[in-house]
């Protein structure tokens, strides 16, 4: 068996520390409220749960608040042009999230009169919304008795268990332990458990004096808490390389263009590419003139390292056409991913 501890999550402490300690985050109702029966907006919650996916809580802060003062609602956001969501997006990566919570919010409205499902079934028929966002939103906001598991649960349960695999090998063993120990509060123990492996269970450190399971961890008996989760072997991410072009016109606008909708990085700003490949070849230039090497770009994604080589050059904007030319002191408002914001300083242009 892969979980052997005999002491069962201690649900009622963990509440109890929650109370006492629950993080101030902008999209949350703290147990105090919500025990005065004041109800968390599913609308808030899903959108900061979509937003913290491959994000942290401190980066995604001004993200979450900029979004709800533009459209405070999900009526706002349904309606709101795919682009401007994607340039608020720029910066948080991962950008098939923005394209699937415009869709999302327009499926809500459409299909559910912009009320969200209330059980974590429901919430799944969403476009996007997948089986860890549906528990989170169904438990947080109807307090839906099912185990919401995140990487900072991962982290806490298998230090719990002194789980002797990586977490991706037992997935369904955490899962069903930690079903087994939601209770009433079903919200509040979600967010208590996030919370316990963001604050006190961390990556780096286990401050195990104030933890409130702290009695029945084995990994804490061991006196190696660290030790958890079991790191799985890595594979060494495969290289693609190629060439980008930043091309200005004589005043200094720089030309940009979309990027296919679907796809990596789909609907987002760029400037111009060769084809991402193991070889980047020599490169072919979408305009004549005096081209410059400006130095090399390396990004990397979560299944490549990219490595980019920069070329820069004054052309006339009659040279191109398909996109548009962005003033230099305009390229703050553009869609343009990491990436590309990467290239442009690289060129000299950040």
């Not at 495969?238 to 979309?258: E, K």
């Not at 410059?292 to 770009?297: E, I």
Request: net charge neutral; glycine share 8%; hydrophobic share 45%.
């Amino acid at each position: 068996m892969l979980l052997t501890n005999p002491h069962p999550l201690d649900a009622e402490a963990v509440l109890e520390w929650y109370d006492r300690h629950a993080r101030d985050l902008p999209w949350r109702v703290s147990p105090q409220n919500r025990k005065a029966r004041n109800r968390p907006d599913p609308y808030r919650v899903w959108l900061s749960e979509v937003m913290l996916q491959q994000t942290t809580v401190a980066a995604v802060q001004k993200y979450f608040l900029r979004f709800t003062s533009l459209w405070p609602r999900v009526e706002d956001l349904a309606a709101a042009p795919l682009d401007a969501v994607l340039r608020e997006w720029a910066g948080l990566g991962y950008y098939a999230r923005a394209r699937n919570l415009h869709a999302c919010a327009q499926a809500v409205v459409r299909d559910h009169g912009g009320v969200f499902p209330d059980t974590a079934a429901g919430l799944q028929t969403l476009p996007g919304v997948g089986a860890y966002t549906s528990a989170a939103i169904a438990a947080i906001c109807f307090d839906e008795r099912i185990a919401v598991l995140d990487g900072n649960l991962d982290r806490v349960l298998a230090r719990y268990y002194a789980l002797p695999v990586p977490v991706r090998d037992a997935k369904d063993a955490l899962r069903g332990a930690l079903q087994i120990a939601v209770p009433e509060r079903a919200g509040d123990f979600a967010q208590a458990m996030m919370d316990l492996g963001a604050t006190i269970c961390a990556p780096r450190t286990a401050y195990c004096l104030v933890c409130p399971i702290q009695p029945g961890c084995v990994a804490t008996r061991e006196g190696a808490p660290e030790r958890y989760p079991i790191k799985p072997e890595k594979a060494e991410k495969p290289v693609r390389r190629g060439h980008a072009f930043v091309m200005t016109d004589a005043s200094g606008d720089v030309y940009l263009q979309s990027r296919p909708g679907k796809g990596l990085l789909g609907g987002m700003t760029e400037v111009p590419t060769s084809i991402w490949a193991e070889d980047a070849g020599e490169p072919i230039y979408p305009a004549t003139g005096e081209w410059r090497h400006r130095g090399q770009v390396v990004h990397v994604f979560t299944h490549f390292r990219l490595e980019l080589e920069i070329w820069s050059v004054t052309v006339s904007p009659e040279a191109l056409d398909g996109g548009w030319w962005s003033e230099p002191a305009a390229l703050k408002g553009e869609a343009l991913p990491t990436l590309f914001r990467k290239v442009l300083a690289q060129a000299g242009m950040g």
